[in-house]
């Protein structure tokens, strides 16, 4: 008799939230997932790196918003992190990617270095691999393979490696040095679900590229080639 009550309010649970569901698309309001979630960066009173009049938090809004908009001409939909100078936690970061469900992460910023010799771009992509837990079903029926919720992105450490890859290669194209990607347990891959990947787009302590970072051209630029590989990836899941 419980089990028949049980089944009941399911049923009837269920058939309430497809109800819903319906509603909502009929009248163009039910969510759609978004395919790239973009993290612009700092922003509020944590503005990144400054120099000469650059300020980190308001060029990785900028590129942000100039790869959305490349992505959404080729029928391709973005959530950003943020759409103003504002400063985001860590923690809110990973929760806006998680619920915006996307197919791959990408987090932007500018370098710095007290090196002259540092230049050029770095993709970092996770590196924990992630503790696996398993649960068995004590009548004998298929086990249940779970992963802890700080180590989320370890269910997709290939795929996160593949997304820094190809942008990373459209990046360097051309460059004689190619570095490629380097994994690392940066914070924000912390409980993070879809593909991750952080790219630091320069170096700031850089005359040169500090220049292009205001260079509408060279802005242009970075932010199509950081589309081609982010679109790269999609085609290719």
Known sequence: MIIKRNTLAFGLGFFFLSCLVKGLLASGQAPIPAAVWLDAGHGGQDQ???????????????????????LASRGIKCDLSRQADVNLSITARVL???????????????????????????????????????????????????VRWNQS????????????????EELEAGQAAK???????LALFKGMV??????????????????????????QDLAEKISWGILRFLRER
């Open 96 to 146: 806006s990617a998680n619920l915006s469900h996307a197919a791959a992460a990408v987090s932007l910023h500018a370098n710095f270095s007290f090196s002259k010799a540092s230049k050029g771009v770095r993709v970092f992509v996770p590196t924990q691999a992630g503790q696996h837990l398993s649960l068995s079903d004590p009548k004998g029926g298929p086990s249940l393979s779970l």
């Open 48 to 70: 990144g790196v400054q120099a000469l009049g650059f300020k980190e938090a308001a060029f990785s809004l900028d590129l942000a918003k100039r790869i959305a908009a490349r």
């Open 194 to 219: 879809p593909p991750a990947a952080v790219v630091e787009c320069g170096f700031v302590s850089d005359p040169e590229e500090l220049a292009g970072f205001k260079d509408e051209k060279q802005l």
């Open 179 to 185: 570095r490629g990607v380097q994994a690392l347990p």
């Open 153 to 168: 992105q370890a269910l997709n450490i290939e795929s996160s490696k593949r997304l820094g890859q190809l942008i990373a």
